[in-house]
């Protein structure tokens, strides 16, 4: 090639430097090199950091509930459970003098169905609605609009300004429902509800164990050179014993315990959020650490799950799969806080709101509409089936509510 058609050759022609993909960020690789560079790992951070890191994290990558993600919650079972949540709703809404707005916050609303059921339910709260959907995964919470109307928070959420003759503007009384979409709980006061439905099984939690000569905590380590993980035991020092013998209660040595305390400042933030009304929190576990332990002393109330069925152990598949502890509900009332008001099953909670009724309903506009076939009546059909699995005892029906009241 002579000197002119090298002056022809244009630097936008001469081909791309290859470029090497960017290696993927796993949980398993960050936990593993954070023990290399630090040492052994607590349990809970390790939970944390597998379940909602912002990259590797389990519920950051799109996992969502229902019968297409890795375990069924009682709104995906189908729109019967918010129907009855609705019928609640109007109970509190009215217990508390029929506020304007009504706030209702669902903590871990995952990819919206029990807004969407209670939109659909239409409960006489509606025009006075504000439901603020709170979940922490990006991708679940960007589909939040899909079959819900979202407001921009401040429009729903901020106090009304006077007017310029200085008198409080009431803004949008009675245009409700209104819909807000956020990553974390509100950061303003409110006068409603605030719901948890299997929100507290999946916050980081600690793991210890009594032993002869004290306390020790459940680590993370390096099983060897490679990335892979086991488990050890830390011994846990003399301040931290003390405290654990004044949180939880007598255990046979050698046999490990939860301990919720992500959970029980989670309740915390929960009921400082409220000026007055009620949280509601559903989830599975025992009344007792006590009951918890004695049940299950092999530890299965530390789980994993993957396609609808139990995972690998929990230091094993990190990022890839659910990791989900049974609550011990009477670790959740923080310190000056009493118990909830009431702890009951799903099962007696749903009845006590309705559910029968509904399923009534269903069957007569089954019975009416069958020959039909058309959605209607298939709707009224499914209810009782809905129901069945709702209020199974040996499943979702065997889940605990525990409600605080804020007067």
Do not use: K
Request: hydrophobic content about 40%; aromatic content about 6%.
């Amino acid at each position: 090639m002579d000197a002119a058609a090298a002056d022809d050759v244009s630097p936008a022609t001469e081909p791309e430097p290859s470029r090497e993909p960017e290696p993927e960020v796993t949980a398993a690789a960050l936990i593993a090199g954070h023990v290399h560079r630090h040492g052994p790992a607590r349990f809970d951070a390790v939970m944390d950091l597998a379940l909602y890191h912002p990259e590797a994290g389990y519920f950051t990558r799109a996992v969502e509930a229902g019968r297409r993600g890795d375990f069924i919650t009682s709104p995906e079972v189908g729109p019967l459970f918010g129907a009855v949540l609705a019928r609640a709703l109007d109970t509190w809404w009215h217990e508390l003098g029929r506020p304007d707005p009504f706030v209702v916050v669902e903590a871990g609303a995952g990819r919206g169905a029990l807004a969407i059921a209670v939109h659909r339910a239409r409960p006489a709260c509606l025009a006075a609605l504000t439901y603020v959907l709170v979940e922490s995964s990006p991708r679940l919470r960007s589909r939040h609009g899909e079959h819900l109307p979202l407001e921009h928070p401040s429009h729903a959420l901020l106090p009304a300004a006077p007017d310029p003759d200085g008198l409080d503007v009431v803004a949008g009384r009675g245009s409700g429902p209104r819909f807000v979409s956020l990553p974390d709980l509100p950061a303003l006061p409110v006068s409603g509800v605030v719901i948890a439905n299997e929100l507290l099984d999946n916050l980081p939690t600690r793991v210890v164990r009594r032993e002869e000569e004290g306390w020790a905590e459940l680590h993370a380590t390096l099983a060897g050179t490679g990335p892979a993980l086991t488990e050890c035991w830390v011994a846990c020092t003399d301040d931290e014993a003390a405290a654990l013998d004044r949180t939880l209660p007598p255990v046979p040595v050698g046999v490990p315990v939860p301990l919720h305390q992500e959970a029980r400042r989670w309740i915390r933030r929960a009921l400082d959020l409220l000026t007055a009304g009620r949280l509601v929190v559903v989830d599975y576990g025992e009344p007792t650490t006590a009951e918890l332990v004695d049940r299950r002393p092999d530890r299965s109330w530390l789980r994993t799950f993957h396609g609808h069925d139990r995972g690998r152990p929990p230091l094993e598949a990190l990022g890839q799969q659910d990791v989900t502890v049974d609550v011990a509900f009477d670790q959740l009332a923080p310190p000056a806080v009493p118990a909830p008001a009431r702890l009951r099953s799903q099962a007696d909670f749903l009845r006590a709101h309705g559910i029968d009724e509904l399923v009534e309903e269903g069957r007569a506009v089954w019975s009416e509409r069958g020959h039909l076939g058309d959605l209607v009546a298939i709707e009224g059909r499914s209810r009782v089936r809905e129901a069945e699995a709702l209020c199974d005892p040996t499943g979702l029906g065997g889940f605990l509510v525990a409600e605080w009241t804020v007067p």
